[in-house]
């Protein structure tokens, strides 16, 4: 199992421009989420799924979007990048059973400029 | 709702120090606890976790104990090494994970 993966690991975007941030799982979990971390912060948590075609906000969801097509798929859109959303941002996924752990991807690094 | 408090870092230890980081949470229920870490430049990697009140989970050298009467989880180890440093966050599992602040660990030789 590749467990999460996440691409790109870094990239740079000028302010205003689009891009997608690719997220998959082969572990057949149905819960998946996408957080953001600042320097020296924790996650704040942007969306979140529960399966296929269910998504819903998390604390921070201004200005991403996400879409939840496949079990495995779960990318997150940011439309009109701005400098705030510099950030790490991290995917993760978990099965349903109570109290499973989540498994985390190895984090996009995004600078804004 | 709930919610995670932790201690705020950095803490800084000597190598083979003892080390307790301490975590105490708000929720309905019983949920599940779990203390996860992130070494520099990585993601969160699962520490250990309980799933009921008086479960000891353990790892690497750390424990911590579901305490349902004191609402907390705290972590320990009893002689940290350098390859200890990282941030540790502990989380509270609903639907979503909750997370504590992290606590930054820097631990000198």
């Known amino acids: 199992n590749a467990g999460v993966t996440q691409t790109p690991k870094f990239r740079i975007l000028k302010i205003g421009q689009s891009m997608t941030l690719q997220c998959a799982q082969d572990?057949?979990?149905?819960?998946m989420y996408w957080y953001r971390q600042d320097p020296g912060m924790g996650l704040k948590l942007i969306y979140y799924?529960?399966?296929?075609?269910?998504?819903d906000k998390g604390e921070v969801p201004n200005g991403y979007n996400v879409s939840r097509s496949t079990t495995e798929d779960f990318p997150l859109r940011l439309e009109l990048a701005a400098p705030s959303q510099t950030s790490v941002y991290f995917c993760?996924?978990?099965?349903?059973?109570?109290?499973?752990?989540?498994?985390f991807g190895p984090g996009t690094r995004l600078l804004v400029l | 709702g709930n919610s995670v408090t932790q201690m705020e870092g950095p803490v800084t230890l000597s190598e083979e120090a003892f080390l307790t980081i301490n975590c105490t949470y708000t929720?309905?229920?019983?949920?599940?606890l779990f203390w996860y870490v992130q070494y520099p430049g990585e993601g969160l990697q699962l520490l250990l976790k309980?799933?009921?009140?008086?479960d000891k989970g353990s790892n690497k050298g750390f424990e911590a104990t579901y305490r349902k009467e004191t609402t907390s989880f705290h972590l320990e180890k009893g002689s940290v090494q350098v390859s200890d440093s990282a941030v540790y966050f502990c989380?509270?599992?609903?639907?979503?994970?909750?997370f504590g602040g992290g606590t930054r660990v820097l631990v000198k030789p």
């Open positions: 309980a799933t009921k009140a008086d």
């Open positions: 799924s529960v399966g296929a075609g269910i998504t």
């Open positions: 989380a509270l599992a609903g639907n979503k994970l909750t």
């Open positions: 572990m057949n979990h149905n819960y």
């Open positions: 993760a996924s978990r099965g349903d059973r109570r109290g499973e752990t989540q498994y």
């Open positions: 929720a309905t229920g019983y949920p599940s």
